[in-house]
C-alpha cells in the first residue's frame, strides 16, 4: 500500500530508502516500486537524498536515484547546483553523474565555474564539458573550445562532442584539424560534430579537402559529409 504523507520523518525516509535503493528485478520490483512512489511524495525526500545518500560510494543507492527522478528532475536542480560547488569530490562525481543522467540543461551557470577547479582530475572535467554539452545553450561553448587540445584523451573527445552537441560554430576550423588526429576516437568524434554544424562545417572541409593530400584527413573528411559518423554516448 503506497503510503501517503504531508511530511516525513528521517527515520521514516530511511525506512522507505532500504526498499527503494533495492536492486529493482524480479520479485523485487513491486515493492521497491512502491517504496520510491512513498518516497517521493516526501515534501522533504530531495533534501535529505541529497544530505545523506549522495557522495557515499552506493553506485546502488545512485542508481536509484536517477531512476526516481529520471521523468522529473525539476525539483533537485537547487540541490545538483549547490552540490556541484560543494568540496566533496565524492558528491561531486554522483551529481554529474546524476546530471548526465538526466541530461538536466538548467546547471550550465553553475558548470563553467568550476571548470578551472579540476584541470588535474580528467575524469571529473570531462563529465563536467559532458554536462554542459547538454545545456542547449551555445554561448557556453567559448569555454569548452580550448578543451579540445587537452592532453587527456577523453577530455578532448567529451569537448569536441559537446561543441557539436551546442552546434558552436567558431569551434569549427578547430575541429576540422581533429579529422587528422592521432586517435581514432578523436578523429571519429570530430567527424561527428562537424556534421551536425553541416550547414557551415561543410565548405570549410571542402576548402581543406582543397590543399590536402593527406589519406586519412581525406578519408575522415568524406566520412563527414556523407554523414557516416555517429554520436557514442
Same mark, same amino acid.
Given at each position: 500500500?503506497?503510503?501517503?504523507?504531508?511530511?516525513?520523518?528521517?527515520?521514516?525516509?530511511?525506512?522507505?530508502? @532500504?526498499? $527503494?535503493? !533495492?536492486?529493482?528485478?524480479?520479485?523485487? *520490483? #513491486?515493492? %521497491?516500486?512502491?517504496?520510491?512512489?512513498?518516497? /517521493?511524495?516526501?515534501?522533504?525526500?530531495?533534501?535529505?537524498?541529497?544530505?545523506?545518500?549522495?557522495?557515499?560510494?552506493?553506485?546502488?543507492?545512485?542508481?536509484?536515484?536517477?531512476?526516481?527522478?529520471?521523468?522529473?528532475?525539476?525539483?533537485?536542480?537547487?540541490?545538483? @547546483?549547490? $552540490?556541484? !560547488?560543494?568540496?566533496?569530490?565524492?558528491? *561531486? #562525481?554522483? %551529481?554529474?553523474?546524476?546530471?548526465?543522467?538526466? /541530461?538536466?540543461?538548467?546547471?550550465?551557470?553553475?558548470?563553467?565555474?568550476?571548470?578551472?577547479?579540476?584541470?588535474?582530475?580528467?575524469?571529473?572535467?570531462?563529465?563536467?564539458?559532458?554536462?554542459?554539452?547538454?545545456?542547449?545553450?551555445?554561448?557556453?561553448?567559448?569555454?569548452?573550445?580550448?578543451?579540445?587540445?587537452?592532453?587527456?584523451?577523453? *577530455?578532448?573527445?567529451?569537448?569536441?562532442?559537446?561543441?557539436?552537441?551546442?552546434?558552436?560554430?567558431?569551434?569549427?576550423?578547430?575541429?576540422?584539424?581533429?579529422?587528422?588526429?592521432?586517435?581514432?576516437?578523436?578523429?571519429?568524434?570530430?567527424?561527428?560534430?562537424?556534421?551536425?554544424?553541416?550547414?557551415?562545417?561543410?565548405?570549410?572541409?571542402?576548402?581543406?579537402?582543397?590543399?590536402?593530400?593527406?589519406?586519412?584527413?581525406?578519408?575522415?573528411?568524406?566520412?563527414?559529409?556523407?554523414?557516416?559518423?555517429?554520436?557514442?554516448?
Amino acid at each position: 500500500m503506497i503510503i501517503l504523507v504531508i511530511s516525513c520523518s528521517d527515520s521514516l525516509m530511511e525506512r522507505l530508502w @532500504k526498499t $527503494a535503493s !533495492l536492486w529493482r528485478a524480479g520479485e523485487n *520490483v #513491486k515493492k %521497491v516500486d512502491i517504496a520510491r512512489d512513498s518516497l /517521493k511524495k516526501c515534501p522533504q525526500a530531495v533534501a535529505w537524498l541529497f544530505n545523506n545518500k549522495i557522495g557515499k560510494k552506493d553506485r546502488l543507492g545512485l542508481r536509484a536515484i536517477r531512476d526516481m527522478f529520471m521523468d522529473n528532475y525539476i525539483r533537485t536542480i537547487p540541490y545538483l @547546483k549547490l $552540490a556541484l !560547488l560543494s568540496n566533496d569530490t565524492l558528491k *561531486v #562525481k554522483d %551529481v554529474l553523474y546524476l546530471i548526465n543522467e538526466w /541530461k538536466v540543461k538548467e546547471v550550465a551557470d553553475v558548470l563553467w565555474q568550476i571548470l578551472n577547479r579540476y584541470d588535474d582530475r580528467p575524469h571529473i572535467l570531462a563529465s563536467i564539458i559532458r554536462a554542459m554539452g547538454n545545456s542547449q545553450d551555445n554561448s557556453y561553448g567559448k569555454y569548452l573550445l580550448e578543451y579540445i587540445e587537452h592532453e587527456d584523451e577523453f *577530455v578532448r573527445y567529451r569537448a569536441i562532442q559537446a561543441l557539436g552537441k551546442l552546434k558552436y560554430y567558431p569551434s569549427i576550423a578547430h575541429i576540422i584539424t581533429h579529422l587528422n588526429d592521432s586517435l581514432f576516437t578523436i578523429r571519429y568524434i570530430s567527424c561527428w560534430a562537424l556534421y551536425q554544424m553541416k550547414d557551415s562545417s561543410f565548405k570549410e572541409i571542402e576548402k581543406f579537402l582543397k590543399v590536402s593530400n593527406n589519406e586519412q584527413f581525406i578519408y575522415f573528411a568524406n566520412l563527414t559529409l556523407n554523414g557516416a559518423c555517429f554520436d557514442r554516448e
